[in-house]
């Protein structure tokens, strides 16, 4: 629901730079607490998993809906998205 959202204003950055910006948020989010969830999933490629992995204890994916691809750190290349499977349709739209 709507309590588990979270807004952030970044606070660090003079100019854009998406990576430093997830980087940022991600660790001020979970600073305080060892409440992590099962699992992180972004919004972005490879860059961005990346980016964040450093920070989080758990399995984080991303989802570059451009590439229809997942990343794991199993699988940093990506898995290509079936779109003719539920899933891959769910995840793409």
Known sequence: ??????????????????????????????????DFPDIIFIDGGKGQRNAIAPFVPKPCISLAKKEELL???????????????PLGKLLIA
């Open 71 to 85: 990343i794991t750190e199993h699988h940093p290349d990506g898995i290509k998205l079936n779109l003719q499977n």
């Open 1 to 34: 629901g709507p309590n588990f959202f979270r807004r952030f204003k970044v606070r660090s950055l003079k100019q854009q730079n998406d990576y430093a910006a997830l980087q940022e948020i991600v660790a001020r989010r979970y600073k305080k607490t060892q």
